[in-house]
């Protein structure tokens, strides 16, 4: 065996702690041989408890602390490793359990770091003891960071014009490093004690309520938290800021504020009235308290992502928290609930119980996702939040019908990756299969199983199969004779749940839905009363008669738990389809059939032979003899059949004709969301002709729903999320009407000096038909400087990105870099929003190819708003000229050592734009020609 020496003083160190090739091992920044060589931690020391001491000077936007971590040691070793990044450590010493009693002070430590890895490993001179506590202390220091992540500044500007500074954290998933030395790995869990050093203008924040506050000489206060419950890093928070903040008690007692800077304390009402209802909500669902006295939810004027959920200290981007209720839409207020509902929901389903590693983040992040639909419905029933949960699922299945997506859970080693496993897969996805699920099982038996899941990891970690044993086990002692899906029958695995007579594996059956990429494509033939079914992966870009299809499909089987309505009966038919093929036989003669209903299914559906036509003249002889959920998923499938090529454009534009007639307005949007897609790309792509027809038959087609649009807020939520999206269209489309009315408001509105209030739902139509001119845009970038209201100046900024002027786009852009007027956190949504505009386009494109080393010392790679910015500004290309600049600046990135996911993503979806136009081009200029 190879005998390993880290340096003179140590002879020798257990061997599976090491690299097993010296030649491989890592050198630390002093040159000494670093004792670790793995990403991931040694496991063979524990933490404990961590005592924090943090003193942040917002002046000199640095901060000095202390740590005193401690720990058991599982295994006797020589080094202690822990995670740190961009620290300076200016101190490291040891202290057995002896040391402590005898108040014998620390010895000290000599201190290895291996940037790479983000680690340090702390050397001592005495092999540490299995099973003995130690404790490890270390003063370190570093700079607020500059961009979103670890312990960084904010800044906002008050009414008065003042520029004021606080200091706030954001870990997940790797940047507790960044702020104190730590294992920052989620499965090891432990308490914290934190105190904090702050001036008397300040307060400061943390995740526990504040026992005291301690005056030091010179007048500095220090406040000293309650020790947290165990809990993983990533959800350790800290805020030393100015804010004020209103405040009401949960029913189970539990004291809720929400915090906001001084001037923008109004805006903080909706938020308390909603989160104080959600809690409540959860508390009852998962008959589980809410385990901290507090939960405070604050909005910091700088955040990368919409929100995070550290435990009982929840961080939100402004526009995520605050409800102006004159300048906030019906969709803003519809975002700040869910986004509110998600985090909450993350206080079980994240912080009470967490994934044991990130390959695994949908059990946090599809579950919040997911219980947002749950919440929603139960606190907000008029939010009608349900009828969207479809689009939570539609969004994804874009991305999972691509063969570069990914299973949802999926291998993450490095910083990089763990960041790429935050996106739709994970989240919606994740979401996705849950609903599926819980349609399968019953609310009531998926709810005992989650809340069985909840209770039995309190405080630990689960993994996957976790979920499932709990869900097909979810008798806890107490409830062992309760019906459902609950019992112990012996001859049964535990696994297995009775369902339609037959054993389903619920953990293979779930297996085929987490560990498999791709969504399913279910394929019905009616013969007679018989229908046969087939199942195979379905890929949008790829056809059946393209030679790659065969390869791409070969071992992909769902255990797919289908459902199907007919004309002879309301009864919802249940059929779990494990084989490639199957055959159901009816028990009537019936006129058709439909699959997957109320779209719970995380599958599509395609109807061979007659099936479409009998569909089409369904809906257009009555609609409504179909549930609303089921119209709306009959045009989403027919679309993207289309993109796999197995349904006709013009089939698919036909089922879209007895929209006219829709009275359910998720399914009017859903059809006018895709004929708006249409008409964009070929109006991206100057094909001037079919953008003329196409404008043509929108405005004249819907002429009707267009016209009966009132200008005011009123109605119900989906009322008012058709005017928005049919006013915008319209105006987009240029229809006189619309543009008068909005012209008309606008120059009120600007004759009012800004006092004007115009109905929060046209106020984005409004002010980007008053961006058109040179004298509306700049009063618009005006209001934008002066407006205390994050939802009012999206709406502005959206506007603005409109303007037809290079000139004016690129002042954009400029101000987006610069970070003062339009914040750095703005500058993703920026780009996306300028490359959308077809005068934007290019120039969008030729800035981030441009200057992409300054967009990366804005945002980390792997982060969301780099990838926001890598595929808004390329994925609606559609020709290969564009593919090749793609493909070449991936490839000079990734020279660069640059290398995302998504890349291949995008290469993948602009091929795809490239063929489906080729082919449905001329499909589409027939199709306009006939019909208008
Ligand atoms: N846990 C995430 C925050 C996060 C995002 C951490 C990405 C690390 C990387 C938080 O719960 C979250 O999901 N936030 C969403 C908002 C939510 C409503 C979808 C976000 O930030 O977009
Ligand atoms: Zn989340």
Not at 183 to 189: A, G, S, T, V, Y
Not at 709 to 726: A, E, F, P
Not at 770 to 797: D, F
Request: hydrophobic residues 40%.
């Amino acid at each position: 065996m190879p005998h390993i020496c880290i340096c003179s003083q140590f002879t020798s160190s257990p061997i599976d702690q090491f690299n097993k090739d010296p030649k491989a091992s890592p050198i630390a920044t002093n040159g000494e041989i670093f004792p670790w060589h793995e990403l991931r931690l040694p496991t063979v020391i524990i933490p404990l408890h961590y005592d924090l001491l943090i003193h942040p000077n917002l002046t000199s936007l640095d901060f000095v602390a202390s740590e005193k971590i401690e720990v058991l040691v599982r295994d006797a070793t020589q080094f202690i490793v822990l995670h740190s990044k961009d620290l300076e450590i200016l101190n490291a010493s040891l202290q057995s359990e002896e040391d402590v009693r005898y108040r014998k002070p620390g010895e000290s430590l000599t201190v290895l770091s291996y940037p790479a890895h983000q680690q340090i490993a702390l050397l001592v001179p005495e092999k540490l003891r299995a099973d003995l506590r130690y404790s490890v202390a270390i003063d370190f220091q570093a700079k607020l960071a500059d961009g979103f992540e670890g312990f960084y500044k904010s800044t906002y500007r008050t009414l008065g014009g003042e520029t004021r500074t606080i200091a706030v954290t954001d870990f997940e998933p790797t940047e507790a490093r960044m702020a104190f030395p730590c294992f920052d790995e989620p499965l090891f869990k432990a308490n914290f004690s934190i105190k904090i050093r702050r001036e008397s203008r300040h307060i400061a924040l943390s995740n526990m309520p504040k026992v005291k506050t301690i005056e030091l000489e010179g007048g500095l206060l220090e406040d000293h938290f309650e020790t947290t419950v165990k809990m993983s890093t990533y959800l350790v928070a800290y805020i030393v800021c100015d804010f004020t903040s209103v405040s009401g008690t949960a029913s189970s007692g539990v004291k809720v504020s929400i915090y906001a800077s001084p001037d923008k304390w109004s805006q903080t009402h909706y938020a308390l009235e909603a989160s104080l209802k959600l809690l409540d909500c959860y508390e009852n669902y998962f008959d589980i308290h809410y385990p901290l006295p507090k939960l405070d939810l604050v909005a910091i004027p700088d955040f990368a992502s919409g929100a995070m959920e550290n435990w009982g200290l929840v961080t939100y981007r402004e526009t995520s928290l605050l409800f102006d209720p004159k300048k906030s839409s019906i969709s803003d207020k519809l975002w700040v609930t869910k986004v509110i509902a998600h985090e909450l929901a993350h206080q079980w389903f994240g912080n009470l119980v967490t994934m044991e590693w990130w390959n695994d983040i949908w059990l946090n992040e599809g579950f919040a996702t997911y219980m947002e639909l749950i919440s929603l419905n139960i606190t907000y029933p008029e939010l009608q939040f349900d009828d969207d949960f479809s689009n939570t699922c539609f969004e994804v299945i874009k991305r999972d019908s691509l063969n570069s997506s990914h299973p949802i859970s999926n291998q993450a080693k490095t910083a990089i990756q763990i960041k790429e496993m935050f996106d739709a897969v994970s989240y919606n996805k994740g979401a996705c299969i849950l609903n599926m699920l819980k349609d399968f099982l019953s609310e009531d038996t998926f709810r005992k199983g989650i809340i069985h899941y909840l209770k039995k990891f309190s405080y630990r970690n689960a993994k996957n199969d976790d979920l499932w044993h709990s869900l097909s086990n979810n008798c806890l002692e107490s409830d062992s004779a309760s019906g459902g899906f609950c019992y112990s029958d012996s001859k049964k695995t535990s696994n297995t749940l009775v369902f339609l007579r037959k054993n389903v594996e619920l953990k293979e059956m779930m297996a085929t839905w987490t560990l498999q990429k791709g969504i399913p494509l279910v394929v019905v033939k009616r013969e007679g009363r018989s229908l046969r079914l087939q199942q195979e992966r379905f890929l949008s870009g790829v056809s059946k008669e393209d030679p790659e299809w065969g390869t791409l499909q070969e071992r992909y089987l769902w255990h797919i738990p289908v459902t199907y309505s007919t004309s002879s009966s309301h009864a919802i038919h249940r059929h779990i389809l494990k084989l490639k093929t199957d055959t159901l036989d009816l028990s009537e003669k019936t006129d058709w059939v439909k699959f997957n209903v109320d779209s719970n299914g995380y599958y599509i559906v395609h109807y061979e032979g007659q099936g479409w036509d009998e569909l089409i003249t369904l809906l257009n002889r009555n609609h409504t003899l179909l549930r609303p959920k089921d119209r709306l998923g009959l045009i989403h499938d027919a679309f993207q059949l289309v993109s796999a090529g197995r349904l006709t454009l013009d089939k698919a534009l036909d089922l879209t004709r007895y929209l006219q007639r829709e009275t359910s307005i998720p399914a009017l949007l859903k059809g006018l969301e895709y004929l708006e897609l249409l008409y964009r790309m070929v109006e991206r792509r100057n094909i001037s002709d079919v953008t003329e027809n196409l404008k043509h038959y929108l405005l004249q087609y819907f002429k009707p729903v267009i016209d009966t649009q009132s200008w005011v807020d009123k109605g119900s939520v989906w009322d008012r999320m058709l005017r928005s999206t049919v006013l915008k269209l319209a105006c987009y489309l240029n229809h006189a009407p619309c543009i008068q009315k909005a012209t008309e408001l606008f120059s009120q509105w600007m004759e009012s000096s800004g006092k004007l209030n115009i109905p929060t739902d046209v106020l984005k139509v409004v002010y980007s038909v008053g961006a058109q001119t040179t004298a509306g845009w700049n009063y618009l970038l005006e209001q934008y400087e002066l407006s205390l209201s994050g939802a009012e100046k999206n709406k502005i900024l959206y506007a603005l990105s409109t303007s037809k002027h290079q000139e004016k786009l690129m002042k954009l852009i400029e101000l987006g870099m610069e970070g003062k007027v339009i914040k750095t956190q703005d500058l993703a949504a920026l780009l996306f929003a300028i490359a959308r505009n077809p005068e934007g386009q290019q120039l969008a494109w030729n800035f981030v190819k441009e200057n992409w080393t300054h967009l990366l010392k804005k945002f980390d790679l792997g982060s969301f708003p780099i990838r926001m910015i890598v595929s808004g500004t390329t994925s609606h290309f559609s020709s290969k000229d564009e593919l090749q600049e793609v493909e070449l600046f991936f490839e000079s990135l990734k020279a660069q050592g640059s290398h995302l996911d998504i890349f291949q993503i995008i290469l993948e979806t602009i091929s795809k734009n490239i063929k489906w136009l080729e082919k449905n081009l001329p499909t589409l200029r027939k199709w306009l020609l006939i019909t208008t």
